[in-house]
């Protein structure tokens, strides 16, 4: 069997999440990969067979998104090419992670694909939102990579397609400790910003992991670190507790971990807001922004307790057996009239008649 497996580089779970299986794909079939997206820290370990800018991400390191960045990086030309140009119909099977640019190659050429990843679970009404909805945030997380199938992981298992995070092994296979400091992993900020947040309190130790440090480099009672898997995985099992965006790798090993968990979205990122809701839902601690009142809440956070037990190590298996239970259950292709139509007819008219998808 001919695999390709689409992933996004805009984040650097996507990434963790791929070279988790990755191992166990193979064991499937041949195996390529699409890596899309510009802005992860982590290398893919593992041969790439097709590579693009895609659309990705970048922060303006006081916790939001930048969009002017995102807006420079914009190349709609250099996309209808690659969604031309990309190979789907050579494949058996097409798993996606997310990405746009295999989305709208396989309506274009009605090629079946399987939504494999954490925004997959958005596609079940049974998945915590925040409790002010954004309809541009649920077409985005429900039309941005749309397949013919849907296999979602979140924290808990909201609904019958949904399955509990992949954990590296590393984590699975670690006995944690609490060596007495917090680890912080907020990478929408830079390490300016994150400085001035932690110099405060400076009766506690924090190892905080930024982008742009090539070394470990001390300042004070906070440790500037690398964005390293190895360095990161050390410092999580061992961490006293964690602060991080409200995204899904990271709060989800901290869960497996048994970790106090502070968890703060992106702002205006929706699916980092539906995230914030499901672990508030759980017990764990949140914050909608980083504000004047931040000292405060991480004065409360820190005397607190957290008592949320999960098990995430069937994850794998549990979630590829019904991955390719629902391959083997369906054609290939897509007859002609069944396609997602919106995004074929979207991707067959020139650009310059597109509308806007909705």
């Known amino acids: ?168 092994q590393d984590i699975l296979n670690a006995e944690p400790r609490n060596d007495g400091y917090i680890t912080v992993y907020l990478p929408a900020w830079c390490q300016r910003e994150l400085t001035a947040l932690l110099a405060p309190f400076s009766d506690i130790r924090f190892q905080a992991f930024c982008s742009g440090i090539s070394q470990i480099r001390q300042e004070g009672h906070i440790a500037l670190m690398p964005v390293n898997k190895t360095l990161f995985n050390e410092s999580l099992i061992n961490c006293e507790g964690i602060i991080t965006g409200a995204g899904f790798e990271t709060p989800a090993e901290a869960l497996h971990l048994r970790k106090k968990i502070l968890a703060i ?37 820190m005397n607190s307790t957290q008592h949320v037990e999960v098990d995430y190590r069937n994850s794998i298996p549990e979630s590829l057996s019904y991955l390719f239970a629902l391959h083997h259950d369906q054609p290939s292709s897509i007859p002609a009239g069944n396609e997602p139509a919106e995004l074929a007819a979207y991707w067959s008219m020139p650009i310059h008649q597109q509308p806007a998808l909705d």
């Open 1 to 168: 069997m001919r695999i390709l497996y689409s992933v996004q580089a805009t984040g650097n779970g996507h990434i963790s999440r791929a070279m988790e299986l990755l191992p166990h794909l193979r064991q499937y079939g041949e195996v390529d990969i699409f890596l899309s997206g510009s802005n992860s820290n982590l290398p893919l370990d593992a041969p790439v067979r097709y590579r693009s800018k895609g659309l990705s991400l970048f922060y303006n390191c006081a916790g939001g998104l930048d969009y002017i960045e995102m807006l420079k990086r914009f190349a709609p030309l250099r996309l209808r090419k690659e969604i031309r140009d990309l190979p789907v119909e050579k494949y058996d099977l097409v798993i996606n992670d997310f990405e746009f640019i295999t989305a709208a190659a396989c309506a274009r050429k009605k090629i079946r694909s399987i939504n494999f990843g954490h925004q997959a679970s958005f596609q079940s009404s049974r998945t915590p939102r925040p409790e002010r909805t954004s309809k541009a945030g649920e077409l985005v997380l429900k039309k941005y990579a749309r397949a013919s199938s849907y296999v979602g992981l979140h924290f808990q298992r909201y609904d019958d397609f949904i399955f509990t995070p992949v954990i590296k």
């Open 265 to 301: 979205p992106i702002r205006s990122q929706y699916e980092q807001q539906c995230n914030a809701a499901a672990l508030a839902q759980m017990g764990i601690s949140t914050l909608d922004r980083i504000d004047d009142d931040f000292p405060d809440h991480f004065e409360r956070w």
